[in-house]
């Protein structure tokens, strides 16, 4: 035997292994990628069904926030009046500190003495 028939047998035998490996990462590769295409699927399923999910979820919505259904609803349900005029208040009332001796006479009557007592003290 010469050198070069030994030189094309070790060549033939790398190529041979080589192709052998390239085959396996060629197949490693193809079940990698038939996998991702089917989460893919799975996931363009899911997204399907949540878009779907979400359409009638806005439908629902505009249904149950109808103005005339809510006015409707209120009604029956409710005891609502129109406000007065002496129930308005300013915000100055709400500014007061505890302890503050500045107190109006035109405290209105709902408010009780527990909600703004006038001789607490600021606890810090």
């Not at 035997?1 to 790398?14: I, K, N, P």
């Not at 439908?59 to 002496?86: G, Y």
């Not at 009332?93 to 001789?119: I, K, M, N, Y």
């Amino acid at each position: 035997m010469t050198a070069w028939s030994s030189f094309y047998r070790h060549a033939t035998a790398l190529c041979l292994l080589l192709a052998m490996a390239l085959v396996v990462v060629l197949m490693a590769v193809k079940y990698q990628v038939q996998q991702l295409e089917h989460e893919l699927s799975g996931l363009n399923t899911k997204i399907a069904t949540d878009k779907q999910a979400i359409h009638v979820l806005q439908a629902e919505f505009n249904f149950l926030t109808e103005p005339d259904r809510l006015r409707r609803l209120a009604s029956v349900h409710l005891s609502l009046k129109p406000i007065e005029p002496h129930q308005v208040q300013t915000f100055e009332l709400f500014d007061r500190h505890p302890g503050d001796t500045h107190v109006s006479a035109e405290r209105p009557q709902w408010l009780s003495e527990a909600v703004f007592p006038v001789d607490a003290t600021v606890v810090d």
